[in-house]
């Protein structure tokens, strides 16, 4: 009898026990994810790079797990407020987040995020690279970075004018201008586009904005393109150099893009969604509408994700730091 009490406690407990945590805190794997739409978060207004390139990767995965796939657009505070919502939601890979470089950018910014950067998120892929590019006025005298930086000097700095402060724009000039002595000084805009007016129309002497925003007018003859800040070539436009070819070693700046989830989702999760997004990203058709866009596709696992992310959130939390760059 006692033998038989032993055994039925045993099957009663080993059920509650299948359906508590993992040992590593993760959120239980639910076998037959995805069992109901999933939500992509945006943190920035519809229409913009990132959330055309959240939309076209969304409708792919719809047909890749069998499941809709919804793109909801929370912009504010730098999109901080879109990433809050996610690092607050259900860690079961139902709602995900796509941010951009800014999210890296952030925590060097703003004192209270309400999450933190590094803790309350797993990377899941990165999926496509925007590379800035310094421009200057078709007929500016300035025809190559090296004439730039000659002609920012003490005492007359050079005006550069970026896509707002706090942008990967804004930190590739500063970051230049640590790398090299040149003085140079931020205008910082509401965004690429009124930048680029003002530098085509010679109201600042230099931009930094991103590549797919420049091309057309660098294609028309009215901006000429001095840099690209990758760390190689731009597909977009092959014959620019970067800025670590004219000289500055080691200077890069990506602006990435990609999807993350709340932490503790399940690892078996993460992977099947880095699997499916791989895969998308490798398709041609694909391949050709990033590009059209101005992207450079990419593709990375989820721990190689995560770490750029946070190597991104050290340097530019140092640099934010260096140059007293503050939000609040």
Not at 35 to 48: D, E, K, L, R
């Amino acid at each position: 009898m006692k033998r038989l009490l032993q055994a039925s406690l045993a099957l009663l407990i080993l059920p509650l026990a299948s359906c508590g945590n993992s040992p590593s805190g993760e959120a239980p794997m639910d076998a037959a994810y995805p069992a109901h739409p999933i939500t992509i978060v945006v943190t920035f207004p519809p229409g913009g790079g990132t959330d055309l390139l959240a939309r076209r990767i969304g409708a792919s995965l719809q047909t890749q797990l069998g499941q809709a796939v919804v793109v909801e657009n929370r912009p504010g505070a730098s999109g901080n407020i879109g990433a809050r919502l996610v690092a607050e939601a259900p860690p079961d890979g139902y709602t995900l987040l796509m941010v951009n470089s800014s999210f890296a950018i952030n925590p060097g910014v703003y004192r209270n995020l309400g999450f933190s950067p590094k803790q309350d998120f797993a990377a899941v892929i990165n999926v496509a690279f925007v590379p800035s590019v310094f421009v200057v006025p078709a007929g500016s005298p300035l025809h190559t970075l090296d004439d730039a930086l000659a002609a920012a000097l003490p005492g007359k700095p050079l005006p550069f004018a970026s896509c707002g402060n706090g942008t990967p724009q804004h930190l590739a000039g500063e970051m230049l201008a640590r790398a090299t002595g040149a003085v140079l000084q931020q205008v910082p805009y509401k965004g690429c586009g009124p930048a680029l007016t003002d530098v085509a129309a010679g109201q600042v002497a230099m931009g930094v904005v991103t590549a797919s925003s420049a091309a057309p007018l660098i294609a028309a003859g009215k901006l000429r393109a001095l840099a690209v800040t990758s760390p190689k070539r731009s597909p977009l436009m092959p014959t620019v150099p970067t800025v670590a070819e004219q000289g500055v070693a080691g200077y890069a700046l990506d602006q990435w893009h990609g999807l993350l989830a709340p932490a503790a989702t399940p690892r078996a999760v993460i992977e099947k969604l880095n699997a499916a997004v791989a895969k998308i990203v490798s398709q041609p058709d694909t391949q050709a509408a990033l590009r059209e866009q101005g992207f450079t596709p990419a593709s990375s696992t989820s721990r190689e994700f995560q770490s750029m992310i946070h190597a991104d959130i050290d340097r530019y939390t140092a640099l934010t730091a260096s140059i007293g760059l503050r939000a609040d």
